[in-house]
């Protein structure tokens, strides 16, 4: 079965330490997002991509990168870790265009920066 | 600005009662999409409905339904006779409209979204 997987699950940083959190499609979407969850703000977006070599500046895009060099995977890297940026994220991937599909969300990884 | 206002933070109720989760949105499109999404305690994002702007009809899927006024531009969500296994947070998003960014966009806009507890 196609699934939308993340690793680490856990991860557990110092502060000014780069990080990078993984995302992995098996369902062949065009489409894949990054959002991070806080309390009392939802999910909000980060980066997201179009397709391969395609990249976009979510929301909350501030100290994270993402690159694109393949339809399955949609790294995101943090350059620098902050305390701020200790959350829950989300990684998520759609076919299709403007709406139309809905986004396949993967486990999540919970980063703590200490 | 495009937005998602879901203001109950947290609702309580016991089992067998019905419940409706409040969803309010924000958008200058004429074209649009909405979700919800429920994420139970194992923290998983679970999709549950995406609805277009030009489809106002109520749908019903066994125990959910949910209810689209354009008028008020709301798309609330009831739970029918609630049962433990409906606690999570339910999250109502909003997709972006492709013809006002000239392309295809499928960005979502997620409400803050609502804690229900459902007491046995």
């Known amino acids: 079965d196609a699934e939308i997987t993340q690793s680490p699950r856990h991860k557990i940083t110092e502060t000014g330490r780069q990080v990078t959190l993984a995302c992995h499609q098996t369902?062949?979407?065009?489409?894949m997002f990054w959002y991070r969850q806080d309390l009392g703000h939802g999910l909000r977006l980060i980066h997201y991509?179009?397709?391969?070599?395609?990249?976009n500046k979510g929301e909350v895009s501030d100290g994270y990168s993402v690159s694109r060099s393949n339809t399955e995977d949609l790294p995101l890297t943090l350059e620098s870790a902050a305390s701020s940026q200790t959350s829950v994220y989300f990684c998520?991937?759609?076919?299709?265009?403007?709406?139309?599909?809905?986004?396949?969300f993967g486990p999540g990884t919970r980063l703590t920066v200490t | 600005a495009q937005k998602v206002t879901q203001a109950q933070t947290e609702i309580s109720v016991v089992e067998k009662e019905d419940v409706t989760l409040d969803c309010v949105y924000e958008?200058?499109?004429?074209?649009?999409?909405l979700f919800w999404y429920k994420q139970p305690p194992s923290g998983e994002l679970v999709f549950l409905i995406r609805?277009?702007?030009?489809?106002?009809q109520n749908e019903i899927s066994g125990r959910y339904s949910w209810n689209f006024q354009k008028s008020t531009s709301s798309f609330n969500f009831t739970i029918t006779a609630s049962q433990v296994v409906d606690s999570a947070v339910y999250f109502c998003?909003?997709?972006?409209?492709?013809?006002?960014?000239?392309?295809?966009?499928?960005?979502?806009?997620f409400g803050t979204g609502t804690l229900l507890a459902v007491q046995p």
């Open positions: 998520a991937s759609s076919d299709g265009l403007a709406g139309l599909y809905e986004q396949y």
């Open positions: 369902w062949n979407h065009n489409n």
């Open positions: 991509s179009y397709g391969v070599q395609d990249t």
């Open positions: 958008t200058r499109d004429t074209t649009y999409y």
């Open positions: 609805r277009n702007s030009f489809d106002e």
């Open positions: 998003a909003l997709s972006e409209s492709p013809i006002r960014y000239g392309g295809a966009t499928n960005k979502l806009i």
